[in-house]
């Protein structure tokens, strides 16, 4: 158990519908990550948010947010849902500030039918 | 162009057996390697973080090798059991952005009995 709390754990809804992904981070890190994961795919880089603040911006789509919140926990807004966007969403964090390992919670799987 | 490639893109070997799985990367500066193990469907877990220093590291029956001059690093499995069947990810971090993770697609291994 990495610490890092992801709800929910699947996650079922039709194309153009919007769904929000919620992450905890673990105790004492300020530093959050969301990854994306298709199948058979590599991890990608979607954005990074220090202490509330958005710190990093990878292949996120425009119909993709996020933000975190004074309590550091975050949301991952995703918007008019295609079928491209199924995929597991992972979310990560860190104390933040350097090359400090990143842990992992246990994802979400996302369906759009 | 940042990249991590791995090989070979997926393995199946039996139980008790070794093997060896490779990362090459272009990313440039460097700053560290990390060898993640993803079970299906969860969260990566790091099995070993590697600075440009280091040559080799070890956790448990898994030593990962790294030349930096030469930008290929290895992971060993030894003695390989079945609950080391998974995606096993290279990932490279620059020493210009140390939160950026640069993830490979990653060796899928099965151990059969």
């Known amino acids: 158990d990495s610490g890092v709390t992801q709800t929910p754990k699947h996650l079922i809804t039709a194309t153009g519908q919007r769904v929000t992904l919620r992450c905890s981070p673990r105790s004492g890190d300020l530093s959050v990550y969301w990854y994306q994961q298709s199948l058979d795919q590599g991890l990608q880089f979607l954005i990074q948010?220090?202490?509330?603040?958005?710190?990093a911006k990878g292949n996120i789509l425009e119909r993709f947010s996020a933000q975190q919140f004074p309590d550091l926990h975050s949301e991952l807004n995703l918007s008019s849902l295609e079928l491209g966007d199924s995929a597991l969403y992972f979310c990560a964090s860190n104390r933040g500030g350097g090359p400090n390992e990143q842990f992992f919670g246990p994802g979400t799987r996302l369906t759009v039918l | 162009k940042n990249q991590v490639e791995q090989s070979p893109q997926s393995l199946i070997i039996l139980e008790g057996k070794n093997c060896t799985l490779q990362c090459n990367y272009t990313v440039s500066p460097f700053s560290n390697l990390r060898w993640y193990k993803q079970d299906t469907g969860r969260g990566p877990v790091s099995l070993t973080i590697m600075t440009f220093s280091e040559n080799t590291k070890s956790n448990g029956r898994y030593t990962a090798t790294l030349d930096a001059d030469t930008k290929q690093s290895s992971l060993h499995i030894t003695a390989s059991q079945l609950s080391d069947s998974a995606s096993y990810i290279c990932v490279v971090i620059r020493r210009e952005n140390t939160d950026k993770l640069i993830f490979g697609t990653g060796t899928r291994l099965q151990v059969f009995p």
């Open positions: 948010y220090y202490n509330g603040e958005e710190r």
